[in-house]
């Protein structure tokens, strides 16, 4: 057949190219592994739906092309081409999208709330036993705003304490849906077993803090003006970091990095902030094993694209630490205080040792549980911000029982009493179980509760992880083949 001949193909002529690639196309219908021979344990690497050669059109006019609804659309479970994306449960997205938007208006008070902080860190008394005295506010300067807020935190006590210091982290939603783009706008780490807090070097001496504004260790480091001996600047330039206390190797794992040297990072993407910290920390000695003048060892975590690749390392590949799930952070993310959707923690039974919640006997209890905090009018709340009401108790029972505003009080809850309205979950009905001890401070957020529901019905596993991942790169695919027709 010479190269310029024509094949008839129903009322249309093909050139021999055309004919090619349908006839390519055809054999992967019929023998359909073969498109996919870097097929791994963990998923399919470069898989490509088959895509079919377009007839032109009879006129001038394109013709618009009709999609059958997603659920026609939706391929079994087993095939590899399709995977087949979980259903959204919640209005996490939706929220997310918000918070996308209207970070960008705290930009201007970023370098003011890292100075606050930092004199917060050092100068707020703690309930802990440490016979070192606090720093003075006054050794930070005397910006009067910064003085202020420094101030008013150092007088919060008991709860008021534990909540003003629990905004100050940024901590994660639960992972209730895969966000879409997965692979293109977020980073995973496998996340790292132990105490979360916030630690400060300034000034000669390094201070951790935990959520509920507890000293956990005061301390010499190999962070700049961490100790006495390694002051260099100004003593009183600071570098604040965002981490997680490992027992078991006595080291701190960074996950996050606010301020470094003085400079704020509050108003930097989470991409940025992660280059800072692997690139900041490596000047330092700060990784190096345990001295007289370097009490503990700092580390970063491994952070990686949310790829095909990069969720397989986070999830598989062994690490120095115990890990507790996994950790999803927005690359556009600027380092918002308290709870936001914009980072997310997700979970399973091969990930982590503790995916249900259990009870004061460490015990998987028959009934979800879940812990709200009294207010004063007798609602039960979320530790969210805005808190979210899931109920509430008479002035009776609350006097009866000998309870006050502040308790964490914990719950079971009936499957039947639960129910999701626009991506909210409602509970009619709470029993009550008891009063927890000191020992915990916070209320569940709305997404931990939801979370846990789901975890006992419908979780999110890793296949529905990997199929958003995947169907985010067959949908570049299909674009891209769309431009070049």
Not at 204 to 226: E, K, M, V, Y
Not at 443 to 453: G, P, R, V
Request: aromatic share 8%; proline share 7%; hydrophobic share 35%.
């Amino acid at each position: 057949m010479g190269r310029g001949r024509q094949i008839e193909e129903g009322k249309e002529t093909l050139s021999w190219r055309q004919a090619r690639a349908l006839e390519s196309w055809r054999l992967d219908l019929l023998y359909p592994m073969e498109a996919f021979k870097n097929l791994t344990p963990f998923g399919l690497r470069g898989a490509r739906a088959p895509v079919q050669p377009k007839s032109k059109p009879s006129s001038s006019k394109r013709i618009p092309r009709h999609r059958a609804p997603p659920s026609a659309m939706a391929p079994p479970q087993h095939d590899p081409r399709r995977p087949y994306k979980r259903a959204a449960i919640s209005d996490q997205q939706r929220r997310r999208d918000s918070a996308l938007r209207t970070q960008s208006a705290r930009r201007a008070d970023a370098q003011a709330r890292a100075r606050s902080l930092a004199n917060s860190l050092l100068s707020t008394p703690s309930s802990s036993s440490d016979d070192q005295p606090p720093t003075s506010p006054e050794a930070h300067g005397d910006d009067p705003a910064f003085v202020e807020v420094a101030a008013a935190a150092a007088k919060l006590r008991g709860p008021d304490q534990r909540r003003w210091f629990a905004r100050q982290i940024m901590l994660p939603e639960w992972m209730v849906d895969a966000p879409p783009h997965l692979a293109r706008d977020w980073h995973v780490c496998a996340r790292p077993a132990g105490k979360r807090c916030l630690v400060m070097s300034s000034n000669g001496i390094t201070i951790s803090r935990l959520r509920n504004g507890t000293i956990l260790h005061r301390f010499p480091s190999a962070l700049p003006n961490g100790s006495k001996r390694g002051i260099s600047g100004p003593a009183s330039s600071y570098s604040i970091l965002d981490c997680i206390f490992h027992e078991l190797d006595e080291t701190y794992y960074i996950v996050d990095m606010i301020c470094w040297r003085g400079y704020s990072l509050y108003d930097c993407t989470a991409e940025f902030r992660f280059f800072w910290v692997n690139s900041k920390l490596t000047e330092t000695s700060a990784g190096d094993p345990p001295s007289t003048y370097h009490r503990y060892r700092f580390s970063a975590v491994s952070m990686y694209e949310s790829t095909l690749e990069g969720l397989q390392a986070a999830y598989s590949l062994s690490t120095p630490y115990v890990k507790d799930g996994l950790l999803f952070y927005n690359k556009h993310a600027h380092y918002q205080s308290g709870i936001t959707p914009l980072t997310l923690v997700w979970k399973d039974e091969t990930c982590s040792q503790y995916v249900l919640d259990t009870d004061s006997e460490g015990q998987v209890p028959t009934e979800q549980h879940v812990v709200l905090e009294l207010e004063e009018d007798g609602k039960l709340i979320t530790s969210d911000d805005p808190p979210i009401v899931f109920g509430s108790l008479n002035s009776e029972f609350v006097q009866k029982s000998n309870l006050r505003p502040g308790n964490l009080l914990r719950f079971s809850v009936r499957d039947e009493s639960v129910k999701l309205v626009d991506g909210k979950m409602e509970i009619g009905e709470l029993q009550f179980v008891g009063k927890l001890n000191r020992s915990r401070n916070f209320a569940d957020s709305h997404s931990k509760i939801l979370f846990q529901y789901a975890a006992r019905h419908a979780s999110l596993r890793i296949e529905d992880l990997i199929a958003s991942v995947q169907s985010n790169s067959m949908e570049v695919e299909s674009a891209d083949i769309e431009m070049q027709d």
